[in-house]
């Protein structure tokens, strides 16, 4: 009897770190160890030679200090926080203005609505922007078409050449494709709200502005603060449609930190640079990041309760 | 307050709804057109005919089913290992308690917050010194790693719904414990586990930036990355390549509706990469 319970005992202890061994050893190979790369990369300088070589030149924090004297990284640095800040603003304002909306529709328009929010959220990135791309091809597009016929002179009109027309319809794809996630995000999260709760408070005599500042809102800020540092950690680092909406050569005025980076590296093959970069954007992001991850440990651990 | 419907927020719904239906619309008549209609300067709302040759140009396009052979290859792969994976460290995160299991938790939610774009420099250097580059299994080693945060959390989940009782009653009864995870627990992961196999499947079937850094050579592109190139190579064939999207995204959009109450959650209680 005394051996039956033992052996189990002895397995118990090691069974959890078998069992989380595999899972734990792809995710340090592929995610922990470049995490590591790159901080020595952004330390070396590493170009092909030294890709052949295998022997890096270590260079201290120069690709720091070139980086910073460097007017274009300002430059690029800025462009992206206005065009994150856009696309966070525009996605969120619109996906909680259609969740408010929702709630107040007509059983069938809001199944219309729903429906096809669930259809453009579940359209791939690059499917995406394939179709916008052909919305606003500048011959025989349906956007250069129908302005053609409603009287501008939009003819051959290459909407790219200006990046601000350009980061305007990139900023839209994108926020097509975040728009989806937030409103049906909100709109669950409205749905949520307890109608007693509301009931009571409207017969105790609050008014619907009192209702929604100590009932609704405080339901709703946590889902808020989520989504919004969510989209601030995903728009920073758009990459795929400025990418492909420019056919993989992007000029120069449509750099942001991922294009940046991502020429540094592959382009002119300075890996060091590229991950001095990428570097920043990640210390950048860490106060966003942080604050989230803050809100998912607790949310795990109320949930272990 | 009661949720009466307002004619203000019924006509901005079906505003709404045409706005951002209209992209997708869009790509689904522009497939079924003719050339002539593709091809016309004045905009044609509906197709004056309906026709497959698209879908027939599509297939006949050099690289179009070798890509998407790739796409179903690395999609399997990191669905089948991905779940095999999570569901072990599921249930010793939800089952066990022991030393450094916060430690980590934590670093799967830090993991999963990793901006990929500034993480492929460092991993493509890898890969390439792996000689993993160029390589289906690598690049579906690559999205294993990326979709396990989210497969752990997510099955972890499900896992902690269910009542640890069940398996006590079948350790009793004389179970092992490998048994009792395997008749009681396992059967009762279904539900969790098809909906992780459907996320792995959509993240892996999407995904751009990776297989593009990774997949250089035109027999192992997948399906994304073949889109991405078509007009490049070929000038403006709209009509071949709305019929190439809308099948890309068409396995897609039927796997999502299944899951997607359960993504909607589980971005926001578990985090999801976009």
């Known amino acids: 009897m005394s051996l039956k319970t033992s052996t189990p005992k002895i397995n118990r202890r090691f069974w959890p770190y078998l069992l989380i061994a595999p899972a734990s050893f ?35 924090l120069d690709n720091f200090t070139i980086l910073i004297r460097d007017p274009e990284f300002w430059v690029v640095l800025r462009r992206t926080l206005i065009f994150t800040f856009g696309m966070v603003f525009f996605s969120v304002v619109i996906g ?32 995406g922007v394939s179709i916008w791309k052909w919305m606003f091809s500048y011959e025989f597009s349906i956007i250069t078409t129908t302005l053609n016929r409603l009287g501008f002179d939009f003819a051959q009109r290459n909407w790219f050449t200006n990046p601000i027309s350009g980061f305007t319809i990139i900023g839209a794809i994108v926020v097509w494709g975040a728009v989806p996630f937030i409103a049906i995000s909100i709109y669950a999260a409205l749905t949520q709200v307890p109608k007693d709760l509301i009931e009571a408070a409207a017969i105790d005599g609050a008014n619907s502005h009192q209702i929604f500042r100590s009932i609704i809102f405080p339901i709703l800020l946590p889902i808020y603060v989520i989504l919004i540092s969510l989209s601030i950690i995903w728009d920073f680092q758009v990459f795929t449609q400025i990418w492909v909406v420019l056919d993989s050569r992007p000029p120069s005025e449509y750099y942001t930190m991922a294009i940046y980076a991502f020429e540094k590296s592959f382009g002119l093959s300075e890996y060091g640079m590229g991950a001095a970069i990428a570097l920043l954007m990640i210390v950048a992001l860490l106060g966003v990041t942080w604050f989230y991850i803050r809100k998912m440990i607790e949310i795990g651990e109320t949930r272990e309760r | 307050m009661r949720d009466k419907s307002s004619v203000s927020s019924n006509i901005s719904g079906i505003f709404a709804t045409i706005l951002l239906g209209f992209p997708i619309y869009w790509m689904v008549t522009t497939s079924f057109k003719s050339r002539e209609d593709v091809l ?9 005919t309906l026709t497959i040759q698209n879908y027939r140009d599509a297939f006949a396009r050099e690289g179009f089913e070798t890509s998407l052979r790739n796409s179903l290859v690395v999609v399997s792969l990191t669905v089948l290992v991905s779940l095999f994976l999570a569901t072990f460290a599921s249930i010793a995160i939800a089952r066990m308690k022991f030393r450094g299991k916060r430690t980590f938790i934590t670093s799967l939610l830090i993991v999963q917050m990793l901006p990929l774009s500034a993480l492929i420099i460092p991993l493509f250097l890898l890969l390439t010194k792996l000689q993993l580059t160029n390589k ?30 069940l398996e006590e009653a079948a350790l009793v009864d004389g179970c092992n414990r490998i048994q009792a995870y395997q008749h009681v627990l396992l059967p009762l992961m279904a539900p969790g586990l098809v909906a992780t196999a459907i996320f792995a499947f959509i993240q892996a079937w999407n995904e751009f930036l990776l297989a593009y850094i990774i997949m250089q050579s035109q027999d192992n592109l997948t399906l994304p990355v073949w889109l991405a190139g078509f007009t490049t190579r070929t000038g403006t064939d709209w009509g071949p390549l709305m019929a190439a999207s809308t099948i890309t995204a068409l396995p897609v959009v039927i796997f999502f509706a299944l899951i997607q109450k359960r993504i909607a959650t589980g971005v926001t209680a578990g985090a999801v990469k976009g």
């Open chain 1, 26 to 60: 792809v995710i340090l190979l592929i995610l922990g160890f470049p995490v590591y790369r790159l901080f020595t990369l952004s330390l070396q300088q590493f170009g092909l030679d030294e890709i052949i070589s295998g022997i890096p030149v270590w260079v201290g």
């Open chain 1, 96 to 127: 909680a203005f259609l969740a408010h909306l929702m709630v107040r529709m007509h059983p069938i328009i809001r199944w219309l609505l729903n429906t096809t929010l669930i259809l453009v959220w579940a359209i791939p990135a690059l499917v």
């Open chain 2, 40 to 48: 016309s300067t004045e905009p044609k709302f509906l197709p004056s």
């Open chain 2, 136 to 165: 289906l299994p690598g690049l579906a080693l690559t999205y294993v790693a990326f979709i396990l945060p989210f497969t752990i959390w997510t099955l972890r989940g499900f896992l902690a719904g269910i009542p640890n009782d």
